[in-house]
């Protein structure tokens, strides 16, 4: 069994964009795409039922919406299991979450369109099993798409 002697956290503080109402940018290097509301309403949608601790109170919500992993594919963003998305609000909160974590932890991650059978003016990140809700980002302008750190050499 090996040791861990490192653990690097990648954060990246991506400034928001302004796309088009209900659109959302997807950015992957200098690879920038705009999906607009239509096209992500287009994309097969999920029903979560999400519940999660907001300060002391629980919450629970029905979201509906594309999987993070089909809005991706939309965007023709190619991605593995050490891909990271950083999902930017109109406000300039960032929360980063991985596609392994519906793939391998069975966490599923969503763009929700839909809360309480109400239409969201700009997706939310949604991203069940979480305790807290504090990686739900609300008014969802973009995702920013990076890669894992590289192993050190040595490893």
Request: cysteine-free; overall charge negative.
């Amino acid at each position: 069994m090996f040791g861990v002697n490192r653990i690097t956290v990648a954060v990246p503080n991506p400034t928001p964009t302004t796309p088009p109402a209900g659109a959302v940018t997807i950015e992957d290097g200098p690879f920038t795409r705009t999906l607009s509301a239509s096209r992500l309403a287009a994309l097969p949608s999920r029903t979560l039922n999400v519940s999660f601790l907001a300060g002391a109170a629980s919450q629970s919500h029905t979201e509906v919406g594309p999987t993070l992993a089909d809005v991706l594919r939309a965007a023709h963003i190619r991605w593995d299991l050490n891909t990271r998305v950083a999902a930017v609000g109109s406000d300039g909160y960032v929360a980063t979450v991985t596609p392994a974590e519906a793939f391998v932890g069975g966490r599923p991650l969503q763009i929700s369109l839909n809360e309480d059978g109400q239409a969201l003016a700009q997706p939310r990140l949604v991203v069940d099993g979480d305790v807290k809700g504090g990686r739900y980002v609300s008014d969802v302008v973009d995702l920013v798409v990076g890669q894992g750190v590289a192993p050190h050499p040595g490893w």
